[in-house]
């Protein structure tokens, strides 16, 4: 077999995992999340989360990846904890199914540049939203975000990833910055940044319940934690450079890219009509965002400079997605790199066609992944680094760390106690939040006989307290 590529410089690493990191999550769930949660008050527990418990998270990650120089599932064993390896199994697979809808969301990016010269989404934001969100656009659109994604992980981890995200994060964070100027000309600034930036503490108090697993969800989701990618990206370091600065690095500049994108998005939105109606459903943040490039001065060129850092973002993303699988099926069954890119990658557009057919299998996909299997994935970690590993563990973070030893010992106790318990507690919160949009409805299979022919569907039931509403999604 080929010998194993590594990053050809620190900062080749440092760009790629900045590039898994900074995604749709910061630029379009970030400023929404924030919006639909209080605004600062929500800021100041999803900052804490970031650094107290993702910013340690990483560093498990980390570890077991620079140890192992293995795809995520051979790590374990490697490191002699065969028995461990589902842990990496279940970063694969979840790697595969989020990439399936995070790649019609991307879809839905490409579909927005085309708008934004075309000017088409200008009119009715709305009917735009809806036209390409769900059906053959969005399939097709699907389809040429995925090629692009398969075409530079094909290339390899050197030449597709890192020259890859070399160039999109320094392209993103220049744009946002031209954005964030621009956008303190807009006559709503001010009133935007006093409700991004003042906090409201008694907002917090009142929704402490679902502000703190929402902040700490984002906080997994935005460092692209759980998944085993840091596992796979630190495979490739070859080096001992020291995990604890690199991974500063990482979640810092990953914090300025929200932030930033908060800089741009509120003033636009306040610019044209407040956060309202922020924080529903996958589609608003792109409904509300192009209607307010619609209404403003020069919305054309700005809402297409929008949308390209919401692309490289995307891709950024979801290149770390599908490495992970990659890696694992061309070491593990001795395949070609760019066979097995592409293979994959066809495999994961097909499952993406379901999402890509109703949004509501998106977020379905969507509550699956992340507020189930990625909780489970970093406690897994946790308990892995913590309790099983844990001599290897601050072996290999003391390895070329500038960050001393008791640093190293703080850690090793942090994620015995605090990473897990606040693990559990999201976990508990987040099946809870399942169970509850349960009870508002249900996905169901149904046989349905028209005339004489018999076909299945799928639909969603709503819950309407006395009555079911059914809405057919998926006909076949
Ligand atoms: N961090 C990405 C974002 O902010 C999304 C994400 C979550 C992700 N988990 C991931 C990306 C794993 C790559 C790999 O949009």
Redesign the pocket.
Known sequence: MAERETWTSRAGFIFAAVG???????????PFQTAANGGAAFLVVYLAAVFLIGFPTMLIEFVIGRRGEQNPVAAFKKLGYEQWSFTGGIGVF??FV??AF?SVVGGWVLSYIVGSVTGAYFGDPGAYFGAVSAGPTAIAAHAVFMAITIGIVAFGVTDGIERATKFMIPAIIVLLVGLAVWATTLDGAAAGYSYYLSPDFSTLAKNFGSIVPAAMGQA????????S?MIAYASYLGRDDSLPADGSAIVVI?TIV?LLAGFVVFPILFATGGAGGAGGGPGTAFVALAGAFGALPAGQIIGLAFFVVLLF??LS??I??LE?PVAYVSENYGYGRSTTAVAMGTVIFVVGLLPALGTNYLTLYNDVV?KFL?PIAVLLLALFVGWAADREAMDELGRGSSFGESFTTVWLWWVRTVVPIAVVVTLYLGVKAIYTSFQKGVYFRNREILGDTLFFSTSWWENMGDRYSKTVIFVF
């Open positions: 898994s990191a900074v995604g749709l999550g910061n630029i379009w769930s970030f979840s790697s989020t990439l995070y997994f989701f935005t460092l692209s934690l759980g998944f990618v990953n929200a973002a995307a993303s979801s770390s997605l992970v992340f990625l």
